[in-house]
């Protein structure tokens, strides 16, 4: 079992201004399965190469199980990462690819037989064990790329955007298949990906960045419950938030006829606007609420997309109901006012109440 740390952790890139990691401080504790979410561009990628000893760190320092490995090799930080485009040897069998790094440190060839037969055992790859990758769908491959870092008994596992290849149906089945072998490895393990819904259906707990800042670290319910910023709420959530930027009034704020309520210590972090979000989830239809009048509805089978305006507002807003309901064009729904969420716009766009 192995804690991971970083330790304002940073990272510049030569003729560029801005870190591409800025003063990470971070803790992946033993055993757990953390996601880190983004953006393209945010950090996340080389966050993990940095972990992995594949990009130095400028300042601040990162540790492995209470071990400083800022400066150790790659080699010497027993991590296993498995890359997005499978890294396989054409020429090598399944087996022999699995086996690659216990070769080259010319362990007992017994136990490297028992390591990769288990290996393929725990991945269901028994029967492809000499297969060549060519022979092999990129579901497979990628199970072999999984194989090749469970034989390492690693401390940790590495993985950057490995489904990302993968077709929507296997990754859906692949994803469950990866949180499942980890919790029964119980291998501390950090995983890159820019798809939010594989963030939050994977990780024990999903770290969100940008711009190489980490915006939250938090369980998947709480980053969709109680964002810490507008970023982390628009960005997590499917549709995302439907967030607006609104002045304030003696009333506290309005969107279109509806007013919405600001309490003092809200009005204070603010400078005279604020931000409202609300999750499309949460508009049905009700008697009291910020009022949405529907214009288009999109059927998905088990859900429904409804597009339309804020009564008195040129204001739109997407929400997600059932799709049995059979919502129509001039449908009236609402957002209780206890569901929305408000946003400082200045600075960091924080959560206030």
Known sequence: MTEVRFENATRIYDKTHAP?????????????FLVLVGPSGCGKSTSLRMLAGLEPTNAGAIYIGGDD???????????AMVFQNYALYPHMTVAENMAFALTIQKMNKSEIQTRVNEA???????????RKPKALSGGQRQRVAMGRAIVRNPRVFLMDEPLSNLDAKLRVQTRTQIAALQKRLETTTVYVTHDQVEAMTMGDRVAVLKDGLLQQVDTPRALYENP?????????????????TLDLNEKGSSLGDFDIPVSREARNATNNQILIGVRPEEFEIGSEGIPLTVNLVEELGADAFVYGKVDGSDTDIVARVKGNDRYRAGTKLRARPSKV????????QTTIS
């Open 228 to 244: 810490a910023n507008a970023f982390v709420a628009g960005f997590i959530g499917s549709p995302a938030m439907n967030v607006f």
């Open 120 to 130: 393929a055992r725990l991945l269901d790859l028994e029967q492809y064990l000499t």
């Open 341 to 348: 969420h408000l946003f400082s716009a200045i600075g960091e």
């Open 69 to 79: 490995v800022t400066d150790v090799a790659p080699k010497d930080r027993d991590v």
């Open 20 to 32: 591409a990691v800025d003063m990470l401080n971070m803790t992946v504790q033993s055993g757990e």
